[in-house]
């Protein structure tokens, strides 16, 4: 199974700035070589980057492709039961319990330490994107990290992406929706159950269950949430 880092959605965040193609003036690249900064101004410029090059030594929370799979075959069956579509529906959700099964299985490699309202349930990460704060305003220096944080993406290097940003003063938040596996995996099985009955309104509701289900959260970068088996005590403690 692959496993998507985060960051899916950031080169659409940073076209919504605008910024991505443009380019620096004459005089900020004048003043970058005009010669070695002040020591106060220097120390000030190395604390930031080793505080920033610590942030990014942490791993991101990965997406389940499981789980997010499991959610597309589940609006594709309550689209099909929308258009009477019963036999599609049917494909759908089995599709759906397949994919949701598997998800269970791998949920401890994605579950997230967080206050849930089901605490019994697992919750896993199922899609996530990176965006531009409103509160960006727009210069030369932020284009040039901005710029270079799309060229790491291109290479796959999230987390040097992120340094940048950071070391810019690019504000940017983490949004993640979150599925409770457990619930959606009873859910989905009941809606499965309830098309073979020809019930097709009430598996509806029952996959619209899960879909109400969901949680929709967002963190800073520097303060997403760990991985449930990161933050579990070790046999030692």
């Known amino acids: 199974m692959n496993k998507k880092y985060l960051l899916t959605a950031i080169s659409a965040a940073l076209l919504s700035t605008g910024m991505i193609t443009t380019n620096l003036s004459p005089a900020f690249a004048a003043s970058e070589s005009a010669g070695t900064p002040a020591p106060a101004a220097a120390q000030v410029s ?4 080793d505080k920033q090059a610590q942030t990014a030594e942490r791993d991101l929370f990965k997406v389940s ?3 997010l799979l499991s959610m597309r ?18 494909t759908y959700v089995d599709a759906a319990v397949t994919r949701i099964d598997a998800a269970i299985k791998d949920a401890d490699k994605y579950a997230l330490d967080i206050k849930a309202p089901k605490a019994e349930d697992t919750y896993i990460p199922f899609n996530a994107s990176l965006t531009v704060l409103d509160t960006l305003e727009p210069n030369d220096a932020k284009a040039k990290h901005i710029a270079k944080a799309n060229e790491h993406l291109h290479r796959g290097e999230q987390k040097q992406a992120l340094e940048t940003l950071k070391l810019g003063e690019v504000d940017v938040a983490v949004t993640t929706e979150l599925l409770p596996v457990k619930f959606a995996r009873t859910q989905i099985a009941q809606a499965a159950s309830l098309i073979g009955a020809g019930k097709y309104y009430e598996a509806n509701l029952a996959l619209k269950a899960v879909d109400d289900a969901a949680l929709v959260q967002t963190y800073a970068v520097d303060a997403t949430p760990k991985a449930k088996h990161d ?3 070790s046999a030692q403690e």
Not at 46 to 49: F, V
Not at 79 to 89: C, K, M, R
Request: glycine fraction near 4%; aromatic fraction near 4%.
């Open 73 to 90: 075959d589940m609006h594709s069956a309550r689209l099909a039961i929308f258009n009477g579509d019963t036999a599609q529906a049917r």
């Open 231 to 233: 933050s579990a005590p």
């Open 46 to 49: 190395n604390e930031r980057q």
């Open 65 to 67: 492709d499981d789980a």
